[in-house]
């Protein structure tokens, strides 16, 4: 590839990553990843400038504006900073500093990681608050912003005033709503800075209120209309008109003391309840900033200290592929092992062609692999610069690598699938899920013994499972397992016709339906009797799940094969419904959503939820449009007034219990 096509991929990436991000809130990579692109395309231009090409996304600080929001011209171009990565990089700058003036200080800044916001007061009240947006253009979010607390909708001061910050959701407030997410319905948030700009763009105002987001201020728009001359003087000035600046904040003289802060900084980050992604270094006095002067895009008074992900590079050694049990092909990195945060890495997911396509990964590159948490290893980059000559690029394979059928692929979809219901790997890996711990848990029946059965003919089917205790006297003569390990295996399987049905119905894995999904839906439809006469309507009106998981529960229940496979495992002796549900039917609770409020004279807090749980209700913390009823006790407070607010339904314990005992 020569210089050019390089350039070209960059800009075709990172313009894809954008409209991903800005437009459709749903990354494609990390910020780290788009940094690295990022400076690798300006470096390019910078080496090479006739090839710079008028499109390339370095000529723009941001993506494009959405269009639900007004357009707004900000008075002073919303600058972005440059970003460096590096010790020298801030040598670097302090140098060009020096270079223009003798006697400086520098202020260091959190960088938090969310969205940035321009607000604006006329005679003390808040008029206006928008978006960056591409720099000079954002959006207005005026009234999605009032919803936000530390927002003051008034301040003690008569001049107009202009003041930027960022918005953000503090992690409280994102595991909060993951939580809810799950009970409502809806998807969770990946991240906290996805949690934050998805929310902001929130048609419905009190779904922001909701959701609890927060702002820091760190900026004066034209400090000497204020008399302010500095960062430090601006941040306490700032602060005394009632808004919300970061504490951590320090002045500092020299390279050594920003080193050492960047330190500081690292070490605290996993304990703040926000995401920080690195640090601010802006000279402090603000007399001197006309001085150091501007680039096109930069003020060269300030730079954002990036910090680095967990990350190790490694050789990709091959790229296999996985056949699920829906048949979702997955391509996976084998790479050459390698040591990341706390664990030997091997393997690495790589979702699928897109991906791949996206950041020309090809066997025998090597690779950033990032890892962190509980989350599967996935691939950062490539690094060109250690590419040898004639590495292929990627292509994705057409026939399945287990049964040799054609792949198939929607148009919408990035996944492609094996669509022979017959092929081994589906049929072996839907054996594994449904003996797996949050199915049916056959203990003694793992991944190898069912490859193993499955490669020596003896089961086919799940139904298979349950006929091979007819064959016991064939299956204790295989080596390597005897008489004791055969009975132990036909023990478990016999013991997993006790098990409730909820572990049954997701273990016949259905497109969509998770462990938790199989409990709610479960809760209103008790039986395999009451799925197959649930209309799609029905099973769409379950607010507990999505559109998606109705439609596919619903075509399962209308497969005739699928009818007679039920019913063969009904006669097998496995469960065709709830063992309780007698009770749940009569109740008026179930697929309503609770919040408890005040003390209560019958119930501890746990004690209701369990209740309604119980009785196929869920509860949750805030109320919400989506609350259908609010349960107050005594010293009830500003729940009981919001669902006032709101029009939701109140009733005291002793209603709600007049409620159950009619019902029950
Ligand atoms: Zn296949």
């Known amino acids: 590839m020569d210089i050019k096509e390089r350039m070209d991929l960059l800009i075709e990436q990172i313009n894809k990553a954008n409209k991903a991000y800005y437009e459709e809130d749903s990354p494609v990579m990390s910020d780290f990843e788009w940094d690295l692109l990022m400076s690798e395309l300006k470096e390019l231009e910078k080496e090479n400038p006739d090839l710079v090409s008028p499109l390339s996304p370095t000529k723009v600080t941001g993506g494009k504006t959405k269009n639900i929001f007004k357009k707004v011209k900000h008075t002073q171009k919303m600058m972005s900073l440059q ?3 590096t010790k020298e990089e801030i040598y670097d700058f302090e140098n060009r500093v020096k270079k223009s003036v003798l006697k400086y200080n520098f202020v260091s800044e959190l960088k938090i990681d969310g969205l940035s916001v321009n607000l604006l007061y006329k005679n003390k009240k808040l008029v206006l608050a928008s978006t960056r947006g591409d720099g000079t253009v954002g959006e207005d979010i005026t009234s999605n912003v009032r919803m936000i ?21 503090p992690r409280s407030s994102f595991d909060a709503y993951n939580d809810n997410a799950i009970l409502n319905g809806d998807s969770k948030f990946k991240n906290l800075r996805n949690a934050a700009s998805g929310t902001i763009r929130q048609l419905d105002s009190n779904i922001v209120k909701a959701r609890k987001l927060s702002v820091f201020i760190y900026t004066l728009v034209e400090p000497e209309k204020h008399n302010v001359f500095s960062q430090e003087k601006a941040l306490k000035f700032i602060e005394s008109l009632g808004f919300s600046v970061n504490k951590y904040y320090r002045v500092l003289n ?13 070490s605290i980050k996993k304990s703040l309840d926000y995401d920080i992604d690195g640090v601010v270094i802006k000279v402090n ?3 001197l900033y006309e001085e150091i002067g501007y680039t096109i895009k930069y003020p060269k008074w300030a730079i954002a200290y990036k910090f680095k992900a967990e990350e190790a590079i490694t050789l990709l050694k091959n790229i296999t592929f996985q056949v699920g049990r829906t048949g979702v092909i997955t391509p996976v990195a084998e790479v050459e092992p390698v040591f990341i945060s706390g664990t ?5 997911t790589l979702h699928n062609e897109d991906f791949i396509r996206l950041k020309d990964i090809r066997i025998g590159d090597y690779v950033s692999i990032h890892k962190s948490g509980e989350i599967i290893p996935e691939i950062l ?25 054609i792949l198939k692929k929607d148009l919408d979809e990035a996944d492609y699938y094996c669509v022979n219901t017959n092929c081994p790997d589906r049929i072996i890996n839907s054996l594994i899920h449904f003996s797996s711990r949050q199915a049916l848990d056959i203990k003694t029946f793992g ?5 193993e059965f499955y490669n020596l003919g003896y089961i086919k089917t799940i139904l298979d499972i349950f006929h091979l205790k007819e064959k016991k006297i064939e299956l204790v003569q295989l080596p390597g397992y005897g008489i004791d390990s055969i009975n132990n295996i036909l023990n478990s399987i016999e013991e997993c016709k006790e098990k409730d049905l909820d572990k049954l119905f997701f273990g016949l894995g259905i497109r969509h339906v998770g462990a938790k999904n199989s409990k709610l839906i479960l809760k209103r439809f008790p039986s395999f009797e009451h799925l197959m006469k649930a209309s799609l309507d029905d099973l769409t009106n379950l607010r507990s799940v999505g559109i998606q998981i109705a439609q596919s529960v619903y075509d399962y229940f209308h497969d005739e094969n699928n009818i007679l496979f039920i019913n063969e495992l009904s006669r097998l002796g496995l469960p065709t419904s709830l063992t309780n549900f007698e009770s749940i039917e009569s109740s008026f609770i179930i697929d309503k959503t609770f919040v408890v409020t005040g003390t209560l004279n019958n119930f501890s807090r746990d004690e209701i939820v369990d209740f309604i749980e119980k009785r196929g209700g869920h509860v949750v913390n805030s109320v919400s449009k989506k609350t259908d009823y609010v349960v107050f006790g005594e010293n009830a407070g500003s729940k009981l007034e919001k669902a006032e607010n709101l029009s939701v339904k109140t009733i005291s314990e002793e209603k709600f219990m007049t409620l159950v005992d009619e019902n029950e």
């Open 83 to 85: 970003d460096v990565f």
């Open 149 to 169: 607390e530390n927002v003051p909708l008034e301040i003690d001061y008569q001049d107009e005033i202009e003041l930027r910050g960022e918005i953000y959701m």
């Open 254 to 266: 020299n390279v050594d003391e920003i080193f050492e802060t960047i330190d500081y900084y690292s």
């Open 285 to 287: 006095d603000f007399n």
């Open 344 to 348: 030997t890495v091997s393997r690495a």
């Open 381 to 405: 980059q490539v690094k060109l610069d250690k590419r040898v000559e004639g590495l292929k690029p990627f292509e994705m394979i057409t026939n399945c690598p287990a049964c040799g059928s």
């Open 447 to 451: 991944s190898k013994v069912i490859e």
